[in-house]
């Protein structure tokens, strides 16, 4: 039996079917369908038999579209002759003048709305006559992209040219046939630009006819023969081809305003259309059903349109066109799985911000703000299926997904972050996310004052984890009662909550720590009994009150409450902390008083006349200096509380700083006589500008002092943007520089302040954090005369990495750290038997991972997505905790260390406050011998010793076993 797949004349018999389906597709004649088939088949078999091995099915489809040609001539030239013989010619009336008129119009405006870049690839190659090559090489992409973009350019230019008629596309085609058929070309020496234009109009026509009727792909249904020949040979007279054209056109009532339409040419209603002059919002108004918006008032400068789950535009005004395209450009769309009857609201963050965002006034942000619209981000709801789509994104878009009330979302290749639940990175816009929305962990309770319901009282909960701190915020009802959602990833952690409650006037009325279960769907946590009522009166020494007085009320828990005081020396409090003992009160020229806290609700506090200093730091007289910082020193504590409190006669040296108010001045209220202050003046890098020393003054006086700085200062700042030079919002910028740490945070332009700095050359080092770009970091000259620093931010990727034994399987439990070619030092987060790295360089740098402490480190090229390393052959450590307790605010870990000159000490989690620490832990180390000690680590990552170190010996392919804390006395207490 003779092999097929080694005879191409079994091939071509094969593609006969489909060349047959070709032709029909294209012809209404079935005689000329079996002409065109006999003459592919005799051309092939006149082709060379290696070359039909190879290229046989692309070249009978261009044979058969040559054949197909060839006979659509043919037949329009005899048609042509025949009815010039039948008839005399006639002039055409000028409704059919206007009709033909109306159909090229069309056709070419359809084509200049096209957004980039389809509209220049669309032109490239019928008004240039390029190739899919040409077009890729003047565009800077691939062929596959370029036919791509001419293929998507003409769907939807059949789209736009089908919206706005009855029939759709099919009768705009009629009409172009019957008026838009253009005339033949005569040869000529040279073709003008608008003979070009009209070929390109009549080649537009030619293919898109085509594209209508070729078959769309594998998975289309086929186009009906009988549908595609009465298409072709339908035709209007010129009186109905008006009336479409009429059908059309504008209303009345746009011809002072705009229409509003979607990426396909279709009416765009409901889109809020605000009319901007510098900024301001000048009018608003919503499109109706056809798209229709009212003409904006004079002055208008720009319009902004804004419609829910879309991107903002800006189109200057007057614009050429009465016609405004909406939300064209990618689309990130998907599906969210939930739990039925559960919602919530998806938060679409950008890596960037838009220009239209730095120009608008606050007014018009709320009226983005009622869309789910703020610069940083788009809200859309999330309920039902699931399913969210999110228009007009630009095609470098960049962001993270978050979901609001505590809710964790989950994706493909998500990196889960802190916040309130977890971030999903995208580096580009997608329509087919399938995301899992993981319903949070709601915590309730009521609050009561007197056995009353206390309404309207902000509550806020905040807990730890290995992702970082999350906090979640809730309003009591009538009722009191409150909800709270806790992300469940990090409940599930063994996570505790410090629940907060504040005060209607600011701070805080109550803080408490609460311990979470496991596995729970909600949490009780019963009622919290608030403070009573109470008023703070504050008078001098003869009973006069004293205004402006700053009031604090703090509590053993951390509660504390703040406020000043009336005309009348008044402040109420609507509640006060339970454990609260005192209250103290500070005042300009006063000395700082104290008085007990009882069961009363009302408590005067009387203060002395004190002395004190105004500190005024200027760099010409008059001229207060901002973005400096004050440093106060002495000997000792250089303040007092009242004539009974013992003067500060502590030995140990005293420091702070204060920043100064708006205009330069720093109070520093009740002093000790007779105390020599240092005061210094340090600008945004930490370095000391101006120093005097002033010995505070004696009796109840208020001294000033005038701290003149040198000149020339100036302001330190930045801008942060990415490499296509858009700026980028919400980067935190660090420049460690003598040993000084100077932070500042990108607005919405991309610039940043650290604030005031002397003139001179400092050296340090600049770090820019952001989750969507590759992390930055750099060693730096700041020089003086203002200059601001430019950071290029480079687009992130993901790098997986695998840590792998001779023989192949995974090692887990280790740690492993990537640097980029800039210093920068990633670590990466552990999912499964991989390790990946989020915010890796695109131009590779190094990965080493640590196992027990000692290194093994390889190379990542640029571009390298998967990266291995790989390690010698390892033992196992068996790590037994059980019985290991905390009581304070504290997080069990085990350290491990190599003993040998080269070893690393790692840290490794075990368990929360009051907990278990979680049985087990079980390490692959490499044969050695290792310091094994239990710690307990606080919220500030400061550890402490609980049991002695202990030795144990790692062998090859064995498991040994250490139980923790160890044999000596566990110490209680931090």
């Not at 489809?61 to 006639?90: F, G």
């Not at 009532?253 to 229409?259: L, M, T």
């Not at 899992?436 to 009521?446: Q, S």
């Not at 170190?949 to 804390?965: C, K, N, Y």
Request: overall charge neutral.
């Amino acid at each position: 039996m003779t092999d097929d797949a080694a005879n191409p004349d079994a091939q071509l018999l094969q593609e006969l079917v489909w060349v047959r389906e070709l032709a029909r597709r294209l012809l209404a004649d079935e005689a000329q369908v079996d002409d065109v088939v006999q003459e592919a088949w005799v051309a092939a078999r006149q082709q060379p038999r290696s070359f039909l091995r190879t290229n046989w099915r692309a070249w009978l489809a261009a044979v058969v579209r040559n054949r197909i040609r060839r006979v659509v001539r043919t037949e329009r030239r005899r048609t042509r002759r025949e009815q010039h013989v039948a008839r005399a010619p006639v002039v055409d009336s000028t409704l059919d003048v206007l009709a033909r008129g109306e159909v090229h119009r069309e056709l070419m405006v359809a084509v200049m709305d096209l957004e980039e870049p389809y509209r220049s690839a669309v032109l490239l190659r019928f008004l240039d006559g390029l190739s899919g090559e040409e077009i890729a090489c003047r565009q800077g992409i691939s062929p596959v992209a370029a036919r791509k973009r001419v293929s998507r350019g003409l769907q939807m230019l059949r789209e736009r040219l089908g919206a706005g008629r009855v029939g759709g596309f099919a009768a705009w085609r009629v009409a172009w046939l019957a008026h838009g058929e253009p005339a033949p070309i005569v040869a000529a020496p040279a073709v003008t630009l608008a003979g070009k234009l009209l070929l390109a109009a009549a080649l537009f026509a030619v293919l898109l006819g085509a594209w209508a009727v070729m078959p769309p792909g594998p998975d289309a249904a086929p186009t009906s023969p009988s549908v595609a020949t009465d298409e072709r040979v339908a035709r209007l007279d010129g009186t109905e081809q008006l009336e479409r054209v009429a059908a059309t056109l504008p209303d009345s009532v746009a011809s002072d305003g705009v229409r509003v339409v979607d990426e396909a040419g279709r009416a765009a209603p409901g889109v809020t259309a605000m009319a901007l002059a510098q900024g301001r919002l000048l009018s608003r108004s919503v499109s109706d059903d056809a798209g229709l918006v009212a003409a904006p008032p004079p002055g208008t400068e720009e319009l902004l349109l804004a419609a829910e789950g879309a991107m903002p535009s800006v189109w200057p005004w007057p614009v050429a066109t009465r016609r405004l395209v909406f939300a064209a450009g990618a689309r990130l769309a998907g599906t969210a799985t939930m739990p039925a009857g559960s919602a919530t609201t998806l938060h679409l963050h950008h890596d960037r911000i838009g220009q239209w965002a730095a120009r608008v006034s606050d007014d018009a942000l709320e009226v983005l703000q009622e869309l789910g619209i703020t610069p940083d981000r788009i809200v859309v709801p999330l309920a039902g299926d699931g399913a969210f789509a999110i228009r007009g994104l630009p095609d470098s878009w960049s962001g993270r997904i978050t979901l609001a009330d505590g809710w964790t979302v989950r994706g493909p290749r998500g990196v889960e972050r802190g916040g309130v639940g977890s971030s999903l990175i995208l580096f580009e816009p997608r329509e087919d996310l399938r995301l899992e929305a993981i319903p949070p962990v709601f915590v309730r309770g009521c609050l009561t004052c007197a056995g009353a319901p206390v309404a309207g009282l902000p509550v806020q909960a905040v807990w730890w984890s290995s992702f970082g701190t999350a906090a979640a915020n809730a309003v009591s009802d009538v009722d009191g009662r409150f909800e709270l959602g806790v992300g469940r990833s990090l409940e599930q952690a063994g996570s505790r909550i410090r629940l907060i409650v504040a005060a209607p006037g600011g701070g805080t009325i109550l803080e408490q720590e609460l311990a979470l279960g496991a596995d729970s769907e909600q949490i009780e946590i019963g009622t919290f009994e608030l403070g009573a009522p109470l008023c703070v009166r504050v008078r001098d020494r003869d009973g006069r009150p004293i205004a402006a007085a700053r009031v604090a009320v703090p509590a053993a828990d951390g509660a504390l409450l703040r406020g000043e005081t009336d005309d009348a020396g008044v402040l109420r409090f609507a509640f006060r902390p339970r454990n609260a003992d005192h209250v103290a009160v500070q005042a300009r020229g006063f000395r700082t008083g104290a008085a007990p806290l009882e069961d009363a609700a009302e408590v005067t506090v009387t203060l002395m006349a004190g002395n004190g200093l105004d500190v005024v730091i200027v760099a010409r007289p008059g001229d207060p200096t901002r973005g400096l910082r004050l440093c106060v020193e002495a000997d000792r504590v250089p303040f007092a509380l009242d004539e009974s409190s013992p003067r500060a006669e502590s030995s140990e040296p005293f420091r702070s700083f204060a920043d100064p108010h708006a205009d330069g001045r720093v109070e520093l209220p009740s002093l000790v006589p007779g105390v020599m202050l240092h005061l210094g003046v340090c600008d945004a890098l930490g370095r000391v500008v101006a120093r005097q020393d002033v010995v505070a003054p004696n009796g109840s006086r208020i001294g000033v002092v005038e701290l003149r700085v040198p000149e020339p200062l100036y302001e330190l700042r930045g801008c942060v943007r990415s490499e296509d030079g858009r700026p980028v919002a919400n980067a935190d910028v660090r420049l460690e520089c003598d040993d000084h740490v100077a932070v500042a945070r990108s607005g919405i332009d991309g610039c940043f302040a650290f604030g005031a700095a002397q003139a001179t050359p400092c050296t340090g080092r600049l770090i820019v954090d952001h989750p969507l770009f590759a992390s930055f970091t750099r060693a730096t000259t700041v020089q003086p005369g203002g200059e601001a620093l430019a950071l290029t931010l480079r687009p992130a990727r993901v790098l997986r990495v695998r840590v792998l034994r001779p023989g192949g399987a995974a090692v887990r439990g280790c740690h492993v750290e990537a640097a980029s070619q800039d210093g920068g030092l990633l670590r990466a987060a552990a999912r499964g038997e991989n390790y990946y790295f989020d915010r890796m360089d695109p131009g590779g740098g190094a990965v080493t991972a640590y196992v027990g402490g000692r290194a093994f480190a390889t190379r990542c090229a640029p571009g390298q997505d998967v990266v291995d390393v790989h390690v010698p052959e390892l033992g196992q450590l068996l790590v037994d905790a059980s019985t290991a307790r905390v009581t304070e605010p504290m997080r069990l870990a085990v350290q491990i260390q190599a003993t040998d000159a080269d070893g690393r000490a790692q840290v490794y989690p075990l368990g929360q406050v009051g907990a278990p620490a979680g049985g087990r832990l079980q390490l692959d180390l490499l044969p050695g011998a290792y310091e094994v000690q239990l710690l307990g680590v606080d919220d500030r990552t400061r550890a402490t010793p609980r049991g002695a170190v202990q030795t144990v010996h790692i062998v090859e392919g064995r498991v040994s076993a250490v139980v923790l804390p160890g044999p000596a006395t566990e110490r209680r207490g931090y």
